[in-house]
């Protein structure tokens, strides 16, 4: 079992939307919302955080959800691994990823300004962009970014493993399997709008669509 959820979180704008969320996200994610500053991070938490909820509670699990905790490295899980899941946030989407094995998920807004960064390529990926276009340096640093992210969420490091360190390109085109800490590795990428999505698992059935969640249908639940 693998499903990718996806939630506008400018859906959140309306007040009313709002506060019912909080009331029903949960103590530990409400109290995390409400330290942050600006109100674009805290409805992109929320959006995170009620998918989440929402996820446990499609597997009438919701009892798990109040159960989970956070590692040193600021990674959510469950102390006896009852399900897996990872979250991100960009531009005004969160998304969730959820499932029975071990998972990262990232997702990106493509910006027309690439990010300043540290090393993030090894030497065949770093010839690769040097040899494209302006529009194509865009996409190929945005997959590999997302990948590699969703790589080092599932290790549970997040940026604090080093990406440099491993490939997850062959050309212009995402790997299908890389093996990381004698792990065989499964990737997948695809763009939504101006937003590229990207997932690793241990298993090879990925899901082949990010289901986009009404909010509406969220808080009724």
């Known amino acids: 079992m693998m499903e990718l959820l996806m939630l506008d979180a400018d859906e959140l704008l309306n007040p009313q939307k709002y506060q019912k969320a909080m009331e029903v996200v949960g103590e530990a994610r409400r109290s995390k919302i409400e330290k942050m500053r600006k109100e674009e991070s805290k409805r992109l938490s929320l959006a995170a955080g009620i998918l989440l909820r929402y996820a446990f509670l499609s597997v009438n699990q919701l009892e798990l959800y109040n159960a989970i905790e956070i590692t040193e490295n600021g990674k959510p899980f469950l102390p006896n691994n009852e399900y897996y899941f990872s979250l991100s946030h960009s531009g005004k989407f969160a998304i969730c990823g959820f499932a029975d094995a071990s998972i990262g998920c990232d997702i990106e807004l493509?910006?027309?300004?690439?990010?300043?960064?540290?090393?993030?390529?090894?030497?065949?990926?770093?010839?690769?962009?040097?040899?494209?276009?302006?529009?194509?340096?865009?996409?190929?640093?945005?997959?590999?970014?997302?990948?590699?992210?969703?790589?080092?969420?599932?290790?549970?490091?997040?940026i604090a493993f080093p990406f440099h360190h491993f490939s997850v390109m062959t050309g212009q085109q995402v790997k299908k399997t890389i093996v990381i800490e004698e792990k065989n590795l499964f990737l997948g990428s695809f763009q939504i709008e101006n937003y590229i999505v990207s997932l690793c698992a241990e298993t090879p059935e990925l899901p082949r669509e990010i289901k986009k969640?009404?909010?509406?249908?969220?808080?009724?639940?």
């Open 110 to 158: 493509v910006r027309e300004k690439l990010p300043h960064t540290t090393k993030i390529f090894t030497d065949d990926e770093e010839k690769t962009f040097g040899a494209l276009d302006e529009k194509e340096k865009k996409l190929f640093f945005f997959y590999l970014w997302t990948c590699k992210e969703s790589v080092t969420k599932w290790i549970g490091k997040g």
């Open 213 to 221: 969640m009404d909010l509406n249908l969220i808080l009724e639940n």
